[in-house]
């Protein structure tokens, strides 16, 4: 049984950091694709960062690059993603999702929603201005 939990979200203010973070168990984890998104009422959901199964390879919207950054711990099964320098517009729910990738794709980053397979319940993120 795959599982994505997500941790970390809360309320905070304008400026301030979270963490949060994705707990993923029941696949291989090291050689999964991890991305993370949002969705923010009545707004289509947004990709906000992915990481290749290697690690080597991150990437992002401009709406979110240099405040946020995503890892991984292949060890520990889990993806994280640093907020810092949030903002009101930042405000949605969050999850984390998976996606196989294989040997030749180790480098791989995948920003679309539908290429991921398995998603987390997401967590919420608000930000008060």
């Known amino acids: 049984q795959v599982q994505l939990v997500e941790s970390g979200g809360g309320l905070v203010q304008a400026g301030d950091s979270l963490r949060l973070s994705c707990a993923v168990s029941?696949?291989?984890?090291?050689?999964?694709?991890m991305g993370w998104f949002r969705q923010a009422p009545g707004k289509e959901r947004e990709f906000v960062a992915g990481?290749?199964?290697?690690?080597?390879?991150?990437y992002y919207p401009d709406s979110v690059q240099g405040r946020f950054t995503i890892s991984r711990d292949n060890d520990k099964k889990t993806v994280l993603l640093q907020m810092n320098g949030l903002k009101s517009e930042d405000t949605a729910v969050y999850s984390c999702?998976?996606?196989?990738?294989?040997?030749?794709?180790?480098?791989?980053?995948?920003?679309?929603?539908?290429?991921?397979?398995?998603w987390g319940q997401g967590t919420q993120v608000t930000v008060s201005s």
């Open positions: 999702a998976a996606t196989f990738s294989s040997d030749l794709s180790s480098h791989h980053v995948y920003p679309r929603a539908d290429d991921y397979g398995f």
């Open positions: 029941g696949v291989t984890f090291s050689t999964y694709a």
């Open positions: 990481i290749s199964r290697d690690g080597d390879t991150t």
